[in-house]
């Protein structure tokens, strides 16, 4: 084989630079102290490396977010401690407002704190986070959630209930959001309808509601408006949150329905049914009343037509709070005498048509005809209508209570027309009707009004549904009859129930404080459970920031295995290398001076 000194260079110089090149790779190993550098280094570990690498990112990515939830879990409990401070201290007053000791004047000191004590809670529901955003506003985070109506004051939820949730581990994942109603809960308000009959005679009657006799007493002139004051008047005195309505029934006198031959009339003085017998008699009281029914203006009389207890009669039961109006009687006098007439309700005046040659008016009907044919005439404070007597007229003003306008009725041509009485009256007293023909005789009266008390007792559902409830009592006045007819529980949102506390402590509704009472302990109950709710969230997040850390030192364990460097066995190597790189380096010397002049 030939050997040439240009193959002797060029075999030492590629040994110097392989010799250079690991010493190089020793010396940034040793430098970065890591045993793979580059992919190059060894393939065979660059998967593992890179998977336990990606383990790292996604810690760090789940540290963040526990970091950042923590931080607003402890925001909202901050929150939370505050608002639950507020309601003590609502209720702490709303105890003291329901003191019987307490003047009005005190009650109303008291709701301007309540106000103030609001406006503060509604201002916590709208606290915002270090970057703005809003943190009981569900996913809306830019829109505040807790909204006040400037007209009425009432506070509306302008967030949503979308739930959002942040991965804390592989496995696990933490809501990262607040529903605002989850925090300022609604608070359940029960109510109980109960209907309390046998108000007939004027005296002090009475019912029970739980261990309580309500007594209260009525006086002549018997007014639906009399008994529901003096109902109210003594409930709230016994600080029972309750609302009173009055409702009126009528019983109605048929007659004789087999021998009707004409129009049965039934009105409401609004709207009216009729059924003509013309072409044959009703075979009974029960087909009077189908009929009734059947008509299809049924359903808009504003009262309802029912059968009697004692099956020979009607009762008209009316379907709203019977307000009681003022009603004038006039005694009409000749009205065949009159050559003028005038009305007025004090501000509005009529002048109806009379008819000439000194005729007058051939009936009541005839002239309450003409009354209302007259211009203006729905101008006026009152409708006309012909007196049950059908010999008078009556003025019933269209508004409900005393009136301060004073009605005046003058005739022309006689001198015995007056208005002879002013009273108050039920709907049911002043506009129902109900006539039939028999014969040509006209059929049907409506005796007076019964009242019958509608009382919704509204509470919290433990206080109206557990028991509490309305009985007649066996005190010495005149119990009443008593029944239940509806039982309901609706939710009355947050504020709005602490706005109904500084209503009833404005109005002086001793009733409605101490139902306020028991929806404010509701409602801190709420709060201390979502407050609970948090305090857990907060425990989770520690605790798995403890198993995180737990497992990143695994993770950060196994990759130093893989890619830390050997130092011992690194600086060894080194040395190796050196020795042979300067050996080369050496060899690479000697043999660059050879020549073969050196052996002639």
């Known amino acids: 084989m030939k050997i040439s000194n240009s193959f002797l260079f060029d075999q030492a110089t590629k040994n110097i630079q392989t010799a250079q090149s690991d010493v190089a790779k020793s010396r940034e190993k040793i430098a970065t102290g890591k045993s793979l550098v580059r992919p190059s280094d060894d393939t065979s570990k660059l998967r593992s490396i890179e998977i336990l690498k990606s383990q790292q990112r996604k810690i760090e990515s789940y540290d963040k977010s526990i970091n950042f939830l923590t931080d607003r879990y402890k925001l909202e409990d901050s929150v939370l401690s505050s608002a639950s401070d507020i309601l003590i201290r609502l209720k702490d007053l709303a105890i003291q407002a329901a003191n019987d000791t307490m003047s009005t004047a005190d009650r109303d000191i008291i709701a301007v704190e309540v106000k103030s004590l609001r406006n503060e809670l509604i201002s916590l529901g709208n606290t915002r986070d270090v970057e703005g955003n809003f943190i009981f506003s569900g996913s809306r985070t830019e829109t505040q959630p807790f909204v006040i109506d400037v007209a009425t004051g009432d506070v509306a939820y302008a967030g949503d209930n979308r739930r959002l949730f942040a991965a804390v581990s592989e496995s696990r994942t933490i809501q990262s959001n607040t529903d605002g109603t989850e925090i300022f809960q609604p608070v359940g308000r029960a ?20 261990e309580s006799v309500i007594e209260f007493e009525v006086t002549s002139p018997l007014s639906n408006e009399q008994i529901k004051t003096a109902i109210s008047s003594s409930l709230q005195a016994s600080q029972i949150s309750s609302s009173v309505a009055v409702k009126t029934t009528e019983t109605v006198t048929t007659g004789t329905v087999t021998n009707y031959d004409g129009v049965m009339t039934v009105s409401d003085g609004i709207t009216t049914v009729t059924k003509d017998y013309t072409s044959g008699s009703p075979a009974n009281l029960d087909a009077v009343l189908a009929d009734i029914r059947a008509h299809a203006s049924y359903g808009d009389l504003l009262f309802t ?27 009409v006098g000749t009205l065949g005498s009159y050559t003028a007439l005038s009305i007025s309700d004090g501000t509005t005046t ?11 008016y051939a009936s009541v009907d005839a002239a309450v005809t003409a009354i209302k044919a007259a211009t203006n005439y729905a101008n006026l404070g009152f409708t006309v209508t012909k007196a049950y007597n059908g010999t ?4 019933i003003w269209k508004t409900t209570g005393d009136q301060t306008a004073t009605a005046t009725y003058a005739a022309t041509g006689v001198a015995n027309e007056a208005i002879a009485t002013s009273t108050n009256k039920s709907p049911g007293s002043t506009r129902a009707i109900y006539s039939a023909d028999d014969g040509g005789t006209s059929l049907g009266s409506i005796s007076g009004g019964t009242p019958m008390i509608n009382l919704t007792m509204t509470g919290s559902p433990g206080m109206v549904m557990d028991g509490v409830d309305v009985t007649q009592s066996q005190g010495d006045s005149t119990a009443v009859s008593v029944s239940m007819t509806e039982s309901t529980t609706k ?25 306020a009472v028991s929806e404010l302990t509701f409602a801190q109950e709420s709060m201390a459970i979502a407050a609970g709710s948090i305090g857990a969230k907060l425990n989770n997040l520690e605790r798995q920031q403890d198993i995180n850390a737990d497992f990143r030192l695994r993770v950060d364990q196994l990759l130093s295995t893989e890619e830390d460097l050997d130092y011992s066995k690194a600086v060894t190597q080194f040395n190796a290398e050196m020795v042979r790189l300067e050996a080369t380096q050496a060899s690479f010397a000697r043999v660059a001076q050879l020549s073969l002049f050196e052996y002639i």
């Open 350 to 360: 009529i002048t109806p048509a009379v008819p000439g040659s000194g005729a007058g």
């Open 191 to 210: 109510s109980k309808t109960f209907e309390l009959s046998g108000f007939e005679s004027e005296g002090t009657h009475n019912f029970k509601v739980g």
């Open 305 to 331: 037509v029912d059968k009697a207890a004692n099956g020979t009669q009607l009762e008209y039961n009316w379907k709203t709070d019977s307000a009681d109006y003022q009603v004038e009687t006039v005694a």
């Open 491 to 515: 939710g009355v949102d947050f504020f709005g129930m602490i706005g109904d506390l500084f209503d009833a402590l404005s109005s002086d509704k001793r009733g409605d404080i101490g139902r």
């Open 392 to 395: 008078d007229i009556e003025f």
